[in-house]
């Protein structure tokens, strides 16, 4: 279908980005999506804690409960990497979205505070998010979670690192994930998916953008042959967790994402696959933009 209308004239009002430094970058990046989420809208967390890294470093984590399921015992749980190409977004700017995901699915949302490329490339960021997977599993009780239903998500550059995690929990024999929840997720370094020739200028997230996201979680490492890196290329689907995959229809990334899907479901496993008809990549910060965005919530309940 065509481009959203509420986004197409958003684009038009979008300037060329002038070379700023990572910490400016940063800092503009969270501004411009929580002025696209609408400010004055509810972003509450109810608790934060944090999580020992293996090598000490404390990973920060934000709890978002259901306003429902305040005084209930054994919810439901979604641990969430944020995205941002690695290198940018933070737990602030991803409040909002883990509000609307909390209510929307009725889990409690656990946001996790990966540290960041290129300060800590890979594999940190995702050591990080698993180390926060597995302290929360083993402290579900404390939670009042249903140890049985935890689950993982992530958006963009955090569905990478969500899908990762599962590959990691299945060959290292736990712990249990109930389902995966990714949002147009970054899963192919090499940018050869013909969306990319066909969405990469244009509709926001460009080619360059996303090849230089790649390399800020890279580092001067050589790439790593490992689909913990590239989730698309994993040797076997099979004995993954259920998934949710939402894409964008004009994303350089959908077709990757796409190509996830199918691999998914010709192993074995159950997958719900949603299109976002009209919208672009980052489509659930744009409730403020167009109501369209809201689907990114409605359809991203898997219990």
């Known amino acids: 279908m065509p ?32 002025a696209q989420q609408g400010e004055a809208r509810d972003g509450h967390y109810q608790h934060s804690f944090t999580v020992p890294a293996a090598d000490g470093h404390a990973i920060a984590v934000r709890v978002y409960v259901p306003y429902a399921l305040e005084q209930h015992t054994k919810r439901p749980a979604l641990i969430w990497a944020h995205g941002g190409g690695w290198c940018l977004g933070s737990l602030t700017a991803w409040d909002r979205p883990c509000r609307l995901l909390a209510e929307n699915t009725g889990c409690v949302v656990f946001s996790v505070d990966y540290r960041l490329a290129p300060e800590s490339p890979w594999p940190v960021p995702l050591n990080d998010f698993w180390q926060a997977l597995c302290w929360i599993s083993d402290h579900a009780a404390d939670w009042d979670l249903d140890s049985t239903r935890i689950a993982v998500g992530g958006d963009s550059a955090g569905g990478n690192l969500a899908a990762a995690v ?18 147009y997720p970054a899963l192919d370094p090499n940018l050869s998916q013909p969306s990319y020739q066909t969405y990469g200028q244009g509709y926001g997230l460009t080619k360059e953008v996303m090849a230089f996201c790649w390399q800020q979680y890279l580092g001067q490492q050589p ?43 010709a192993e074995g496993v159950n997958v719900n696959l949603h299109w976002l008809d009209g919208m672009i990549h980052g489509a659930m910060h744009m409730t403020s933009i167009t109501q369209e965005a809201e689907r990114c919530y409605s359809l991203s309940r898997f219990i």
């Open 223 to 265: 790439l790593p042959e490992t689909s913990l890196f590239s989730p698309l290329h994993m040797s076997s689907a099979r004995g993954l967790p259920a998934t949710t995959l939402l894409l964008c229809e004009y994303d350089p990334l959908r077709d990757e994402g796409e190509a996830f899907a199918r691999r998914l479901i």
């Open 3 to 34: 481009l959203n209308k509420d986004i197409a004239g958003w684009l038009t009002g979008q300037t060329p980005a002038e070379p700023l430094s990572l910490a400016a970058l940063r800092h503009q990046t969270d501004l411009s999506l929580i």
């Open 166 to 183: 599962c590959l990691m929990a299945r060959d290292r024999g736990g712990p249990a994930v109930y389902h995966q929840l990714l949002l």
